[in-house]
């Protein structure tokens, strides 16, 4: 446990812009090291606070925290490039945290949603990175929205009476959404053929893939976090199925899988939160 925790506004630069952010500096000198990396567009608090929460419970344990806007997100300088593209600022803010702590031996990414494939991306060629968090992975396609929402969404809710009295109303139409619905399946499949929404070009043809190749190069440990509740995450789950990568890397020793059955996406209330935090630093401990 640490004794005193400092948090030191800091400015470093990537692609000639100034990056703003804050570092959580734990008393005594820490050997662990966590960079939040924050997807977009949004910056270093996170929604509900949950970067700030999650950097003041791990720094009150012990690790250095730098949570830190990317370019043309929050306080920091030039235009977001898109989270495709914040390579260069996932890599300028370790080198300022490790030039920051020589006494750092270990460093972690963690991230939320699309930062998840940057940080696949970076982790795959630092070898300073001794551990990823990835939190409900963006691998957003057109078929694949359409039917996590088809499976997760309508064929669940036309079981729930309230849901059956809108319809018996008129004032929802569940049959024409699943027709269009089952329409995007087919129309998005044929079309981008997996690749998602933002014009992402990947050497295999998916965002997902490319992920998943990444974290087959990289070596270090994975910790994959799931809200239950989320749809973005179920869009992961039917995704990494249809994957023989992914099948083979949620069975890979280096990578342990946490389940919050009733969390939303940005894990909103407090519980969830709770629940984050402490299974982020089990994992971290028990990587000593």
């Given at each position: 446990?640490?004794?005193?925790?400092?948090?030191?506004?800091?400015?470093?630069?990537?692609?000639?812009?100034?990056?703003?952010?804050?570092?959580?500096?734990?008393?005594?000198?820490?050997?662990?090291?966590?960079?939040?990396?924050?997807?977009?567009?949004?910056?270093?608090?996170?929604?509900?606070?949950?970067?700030?929460?999650?950097?003041?419970?791990?720094?009150?344990?012990?690790?250095?925290?730098l949570?830190?806007?990317?370019?043309?997100?929050?306080d920091?300088?030039?235009?977001?490039?898109?989270?495709?593209?914040?390579?260069?600022?996932?890599?300028?803010?370790?080198?300022f945290?490790?030039?920051?702590?020589?006494?750092?031996?270990?460093?972690?990414?963690?991230?939320?949603?699309?930062?998840?494939?940057?940080?696949?991306?970076?982790?795959?060629?630092?070898?300073r990175?001794?551990?990823?968090?990835?939190?409900?992975?963006?691998?957003?396609?057109?078929?694949?929205?359409?039917?996590?929402?088809?499976?997760?969404?309508?064929?669940?809710?036309?079981?729930?009476?309230?849901?059956?009295?809108?319809?018996?109303?008129g004032?929802?139409?569940?049959?024409?959404?699943?027709r269009?619905?089952?329409?995007?399946?087919?129309?998005?499949?044929?079309?981008?053929?997996?690749?998602?929404?933002?014009?992402?070009?990947?050497?295999?043809?998916?965002?997902?893939?490319?992920?998943?190749?990444?974290?087959?190069?990289?070596?270090?440990?994975?910790?994959?976090?799931?809200?239950?509740?989320?749809?973005?995450?179920?869009e992961?789950?039917?995704?990494?199925?249809?994957?023989?990568?992914?099948?083979?890397?949620?069975?890979?020793?280096r990578?342990?899988?946490?389940?919050?059955?009733?969390?939303?996406h940005?894990f909103?209330?407090?519980?969830?939160?709770?629940?984050?935090f402490g299974?982020?630093?089990?994992?971290?401990?028990?990587?000593?």
């Amino acid at each position: 446990m640490a004794g005193r925790v400092d948090e030191v506004p800091v400015s470093f630069r990537s692609e000639q812009m100034d990056l703003i952010g804050l570092l959580h500096m734990p008393d005594p000198s820490p050997s662990l090291g966590v960079v939040i990396v924050v997807g977009g567009p949004q910056y270093r608090a996170g929604s509900h606070r949950q970067f700030v929460l999650l950097a003041r419970d791990l720094a009150s344990n012990g690790a250095a925290v730098l949570r830190f806007d990317c370019r043309g997100m929050g306080d920091s300088g030039g235009n977001f490039p898109g989270f495709e593209r914040i390579g260069p600022d996932i890599a300028a803010a370790v080198d300022f945290i490790q030039s920051r702590i020589p006494s750092m031996r270990r460093l972690i990414l963690w991230g939320l949603c699309d930062a998840v494939p940057a940080i696949c991306a970076h982790a795959c060629h630092d070898p300073r990175i001794s551990g990823v968090v990835i939190v409900n992975p963006w691998v957003r396609t057109e078929s694949g929205h359409a039917r996590a929402k088809l499976k997760y969404y309508y064929l669940k809710r036309v079981l729930e009476a309230s849901f059956l009295g809108k319809v018996l109303r008129g004032r929802v139409h569940p049959f024409k959404s699943i027709r269009e619905l089952c329409a995007n399946i087919a129309l998005g499949s044929r079309k981008d053929g997996g690749v998602p929404h933002a014009g992402h070009s990947h050497t295999n043809g998916s965002l997902a893939e490319t992920m998943a190749e990444d974290l087959r190069r990289y070596h270090g440990s994975i910790l994959l976090i799931m809200s239950g509740r989320d749809l973005t995450a179920r869009e992961f789950d039917d995704t990494a199925h249809r994957s023989r990568t992914w099948r083979m890397l949620l069975s890979d020793r280096r990578l342990t899988r946490c389940d919050l059955t009733e969390a939303d996406h940005t894990f909103s209330r407090r519980e969830w939160q709770d629940k984050v935090f402490g299974s982020t630093w089990d994992w971290i401990k028990a990587l000593e």
